[in-house]
């Protein structure tokens, strides 16, 4: 098993690791991308800050929490405060473009690839930039889904329309209470489709991206592969980064590759064939287009 006491945090300076990123990238015969939040913070996804200060200032004033990921966690006292803080939630992190083109300037660099990528990421942000949605497997979710809380069946509903209801119609952090979503099998409230618990319900689309995915790897495995690991932390290091280790250390053509600003980490032994970049993602992606 890996863990932090079995990795490094630098494998070389930053040029260095820029002209061997681009040779690698270049030269591999296939790309497996893994993205976590660190991709979508670079392309402007703050929970924090300003971002949070224009959309949930009511609630930060009254529950007094200072960022959006702890007023998920909030036990609001009625269903439509709950749905009043999530709709606004759901809206500006699923339905709102991210300010930088972070992953516009991914899909530069791997359209023309034989790419797949994975992430823990439920906000979409692949699809919106462009990428080919067959060659994508959300593991975690995505806040553009409902499903229900029983839940009674293996099924998720698209929630665009009544997120956008509930936003616009909502009043004093409160949304009407004939918008509340119910499951339309079972009438149980539907909840947002993320991985918190056993309850999470993996749909026909998340099944058939699962089967997707452990093909592109299994008709691969033998290539010059580039796993390329983009924000990824130490949260759920199981679905993304200790695999991408493992896959590397077992095909000696294979390169690893960790981009992360603070968090840059690869594991020791497999030094000639890593490549670490403790940097903002954007600036790096940019750097590489321009070697290209």
């Known amino acids: 098993m890996f863990s932090r006491r079995a990795t490094i945090t630098s494998t070389g300076n930053y040029s260095e690791q820029i002209r061997k990123l681009s040779h690698a990238l270049y030269n591999a015969d296939a790309l497996v991308i893994g993205a976590g939040a660190g991709l979508s913070a670079a392309a402007g996804f703050a929970y924090d800050g300003k971002r949070f200060h224009e959309s949930f200032a009511d609630f930060e004033a009254k529950y007094g929490f200072h960022d959006m990921y702890t007023g998920g966690f909030y036990p609001y006292l009625t269903p439509e405060e709950f749905w009043a803080y999530w709709s606004r939630y759901i809206y500006c992190n699923r339905y709102v473009d991210p300010p930088k083109p972070v992953y516009q300037d991914l899909l530069e660099l791997v359209k023309d690839r034989d790419y797949f990528v994975i992430t ?30 029983k839940p009674c069946c293996h099924e998720t509903f698209d929630n665009e329309d009544i997120i956008r209801k509930m936003t616009e119609q909502q009043k004093d952090m409160r949304i009407p209470s004939a918008l509340l979503p119910i499951c339309p099998h079972c009438g149980k409230p539907l909840t947002v ?49 200790y695999p991408f280790w493992r896959m590397t250390a077992k ?42």
Not at 135 to 143: A, I, K, N, S, V
Not at 251 to 268: E, F, H
């Open 193 to 241: 489709n993320l991985r918190s618990d056993d309850k999470f319900v993996e749909d026909e689309g998340w099944h058939m991206a699962a089967e997707r995915y452990a093909n592109f790897l299994r008709t691969r495995e033998n290539l010059h592969v580039l796993f390329l690991e983009l924000g990824v932390g130490f949260n759920t290091p199981g679905i993304i980064k």
């Open 120 to 149: 823990t990421n439920v906000d979409h942000c692949f699809q919106k930039a462009g990428f080919d949605k067959k060659r994508l497997f959300y593991t975690q979710g995505d806040y553009g889904l409902f499903q229900c809380s």
């Open 251 to 292: 095909n000696s053509k294979a390169m690893y590759a960790c981009i992360n600003q603070g968090d840059a980490i690869c594991p020791n032994g497999m030094e000639a064939r890593t490549i670490c970049i403790d940097g903002d993602i954007g600036t790096v992606l940019k750097t590489l287009s321009a070697a290209k």
